[in-house]
Every structure is written in C-alpha cells, then in structure tokens.
C-alpha cells in the first residue's frame, strides 16, 4: 500500500503498540531505588532490546522469502502467509517442532506483558484516586500493599472493551491513547525547566527544546496515522473525562471555578481541534475491522487534503499549538505557590493531593 500503508502501520499494525512497553518502566518508576540511573536505563533498553529482536525477525522472515513470492508484491505475500510469516515459512518446510514453539510462544509470551500491564493500569488508577481524579475508593490498600480495587476497576474496563470492540480496534485505540498522552510530556519539560531552574536535572536531555518539539510532533503524527475512528474515539473519551472532572469537582467537592486553571489548559482546545479537523479532510480512516466503528470510519478521512501535504499540515499545526502550550503554561509565580502548598508534610510517605 505504499507509503500511505506504511505509515498507517506504525499506529493501527500494532508498530507502536508492540514498543510502547517502555511507559511500565515509567509508571512504576516510585518504587526505584536510584532514578537518575535506573530510569533512563530502563527507558533506553526498554525500546532498544525489543526493536533490535523485531528487527532481527523481519531479517529471517525476508531471507526466507523465495524470491518468485515477491513478484506480486508485499500483499500477495500477506494473502499467502495468513497464519502468519514465521509459522507459514516453518510449515511449508515441514518443521513441526519449530511451528509449535513458535505457536506455543505466542500464546504464552504476551502473558508476560499482561502480568506488567496489570499492575501497571492498576498504579495509574491509584495515582488518579489519589490526585482526586478518581473517587478515593480506588486509593485503598489491602494489607499487601496492593491496590485491588484498581486492580478490579482494571479488569471490569478491559472486559469492557474486548466485549464491545475487535482486538484491531482495541490495539489502534490503545496505542493512540498512549502516544496522545506522551504529547504532556514535552509541554511539561520545558515548563518544569523554566519554572524550576535552579532544581536538580536528574536526567540529561541533549537539546532539550528540539527534543521536546520533536517528540511533540511526533506524537502529533502518529495520532493522526491512526485514522480517523481512532481520532474520534479520543475526543469522545477526552470530553466524558472532561465531563466527569466537572461533576467530581463542582458538585461533589464543591469547590469553585477558580479552583480549575482554565488559561493554562486553554492549548488543548486547539491542539485536539486541529488534530480532529486535519484528520476528518485527510487521508487515514483506519482499517475495516467489522465492528460498530465502521459506521463512524465513513465518516471521516474523506481525503481533501492530498497525500503527504496532510503530513505537513499536522507538522505545522503541531509546532504553532506546542508554542501556544508553552505560552500557556503556569507562570513561576503560581507554580511556586502549587509546589509549597502540595509539598510531601514530614513523617509521611507520600505526597498530599491537590
């Protein structure tokens, strides 16, 4: 498909989702011992240990390719491997014992991932209790330490989702969530950096402001390479939380308007509005999966704006609305007063929610 296809694969073919694994390292970075050290380590062979065996896997499966298999080209290759290439090629050689590893492995191995990603979606929830985004039921500790009502939350919202959506959809959705929510990342660097500028750095961050563009625009393009459903889920996921904010903290801890920092966040209205826009006139609708998105997947990606001057739109959109982010960030004035106010109290072990 082109270079259409291959960018649409970084998002929907499960690219990004299969090197993403480095965010666990993140979530639980509160129990390490030394940051500085184990943090950066764990980030870098987090995503250099898994692309240097995928890497490798492309290499054997391409070597082992007849060359009469690639005169049609890459689909009729897929069409003629659809148990998949590694178990295709170990089948027409007549290795059994190879097909059934290489099954067995795959059946097994992603329960590794499972066991991490459990704990880690359970952290995350904890940490939302405890920053009040989450009502403070799911902050509870059994005796182990271990938050079980995250963990059940977990549980009953992935259930969820495998109910209602295809494992494609979940895949393109999960790792557009991800890659939107690492778009924070960049903003805050720079922020923190002016905010706090005599602070520790723990990490050294070569170029930090060319860093922090790049990564912000590359979160930006993979967003968009997931299509247009995948797009318009997240709005909708983004606005019920939006929804569910408002409620939590004007009806039920009663607090006042003054409490939100509306300037501050005003960026994401433009950020997420050029992303949806540029991704309804583009040229990504994500792929038919058969389930109840198709509906919504003819709605947009209508292809308006020709092929790779889309890309370039979202580039230029992305730096003017990462400017407009850093314009809008907290002054160093009230940052100041955020960090005294919400300092750890001495004695206790963590922080004090905002």
Not at 79 to 92: D, W
Not at 331 to 350: F, M, Q, S, T, W
Request: glycine letters at 10%; a positive charge; one cysteine or more.
């Amino acid at each position: 498909m082109g270079w259409h296809g291959v960018f649409a694969a970084v998002s929907t073919g499960g690219i990004v989702f299969a090197l993403i694994g480095f965010r666990h390292a993140i979530d639980m970075a509160g129990e390490t011992r030394n940051p500085s050290r184990n943090v950066p380590l764990a980030l870098i062979f987090g995503l250099l240990i898994p692309l240097g065996i995928y890497l490798l896997l492309q290499v054997a499966f391409i070597g082992a390719l007849d060359t009469k298999e690639l005169k049609n080209g890459w689909a009729n290759v897929e069409a003629s491997h659809g148990l998949g290439p590694l178990a295709a090629i170990s089948a027409t050689l007549g290795l059994s014992w190879l097909t059934a590893a290489i099954y067995g492995g795959a059946l097994i191995g992603p329960a590794g991932g499972a066991l991490v990603a459990t704990g880690s979606n359970a952290r995350l929830a904890f940490g939302l209790a405890r920053n009040k985004f989450l009502p403070m039921f799911f902050e509870k500790l059994t005796r182990r330490g271990i938050p079980m009502h995250a963990l059940i939350l977990n549980f009953i919202v992935g259930f969820l989702l495998v109910i209602v959506l295809t494992f494609k959809d979940i895949v393109s959705i999960n790792s557009a969530a991800i890659v939107l929510s690492f778009s924070i990342g960049p903003v805050a660097v720079l922020a923190l950096r002016r905010q706090m500028p005599n602070a520790k750095k723990r990490f050294r961050i070569p170029l930090p402001r060319l860093t922090a563009v790049l990564g912000f625009t590359v979160s930006a393009l993979i967003v968009y390479w997931s299509g247009w459903t995948s797009v318009l889920v997240l709005l909708m996921i983004v606005f019920a939380s939006l929804v569910t904010l408002l409620v939590t903290r004007l009806l039920i801890e009663r607090k006042s308007w003054t409490s939100f920092d509306f300037r501050e966040s005003l960026w994401l209205v433009p950020f997420l509005g050029c992303l949806t826009v540029t991704s309804w006139l583009g040229n990504f609708k994500g792929d038919p999966t058969g389930s109840w998105l198709d509906g919504m997947r003819a709605m947009g990606g209508l292809g308006y704006i020709p092929f790779g001057w889309d890309m370039l739109v979202v580039v230029v959109l992305t730096i003017i609305n990462f400017m407009i982010a850093n314009w809008c960030s907290l002054n160093n004035e009230k940052a100041a007063r955020y960090r005294e106010a919400h300092k750890p109290v001495g004695g206790l072990d963590k922080d004090m929610p905002p």
